[in-house]
Structures are given as C-alpha cells and as structure tokens.
C-alpha cells in the first residue's frame, strides 16, 4: 500500500471526512514522526510499533563492480521494531492470547 492509497482507504471508511482533510492528517502524522526522529527522538505506537534511529559509524567498503575500496561516512538512519500485537496478527495468532499473571503475581487462578 502507498500513501495515497492509504488516503483513500481512510477516506472511503469515513464518509464524513473530505479526502483533503484526511491527506492533511496522513501528512502531519508523517510529519510529525519525521520530526521527531531527526531530533534523535524515538516514536512508539502501541500495538503497531516503534520508530528509532540508529548509528551506523564510518567504515571502509568497496565497489561492487571495481572491487576499489571506499570510504563511506557514518550516518543515521531510521529503524523499524513492529508490536507485539502486529506480529501477532501477521502471524495467524487469536488475539484472545494467554492471560498475563496479575501484578501480585498470582500465577494459581483458574486452579
């Protein structure tokens, strides 16, 4: 899926909205992530994911077609960690999973 088609997926599932103001939405969600990853920033949307930037330093690599060795400068660049929900729907699993013991840490109930 591209963005526009997100656009008017959006768009068709919610009638009330005009398909402009729903670009405008899609566009400063974006924007905002954008944003805060370039200040070093690390975004999290529960269920979905997590957005970081990671660094990669300076290292010597070569051309593929020359084999010549060359210098590439280190640079940052953006990383993608999916939710444990997304990957569990990606994955076929119920979303009725296994009840997480309770803060108490009763781990008994049910026996």
């Known amino acids: 899926m591209i963005k526009s088609e ?9 009638p009330h909205l005009y398909q402009r103001d729903v670009e405008r939405i899609v566009n400063a969600i974006f924007d905002a ?25 300076a290292r010597a690599g070569r051309n593929p077609r020359t084999g010549e060795q060359v210098h590439v400068r280190e ?8 939710g444990k929900e997304l990957r569990d729907r990606l994955n076929g699993e119920d979303e009725a999973a296994p009840i997480a013991p309770d803060a108490a840490g009763d781990t008994t109930a049910g026996f």
Do not use: M
């Not at 944003?35 to 997590?50: I, P, Q, W």
């Not at 640079?75 to 999916?82: A, L, W, Y």
């Open 75 to 82: 640079k940052h660049v953006p990383f993608f960690k999916t």
């Open 33 to 57: 992530i954008t944003d805060s990853l370039a200040k070093g920033n690390r975004v999290e949307l529960r269920g979905f994911g997590a957005f970081s930037v990671k660094h990669r330093a």
């Open 6 to 14: 997100l656009i008017a997926k959006i768009a068709d599932d919610n």
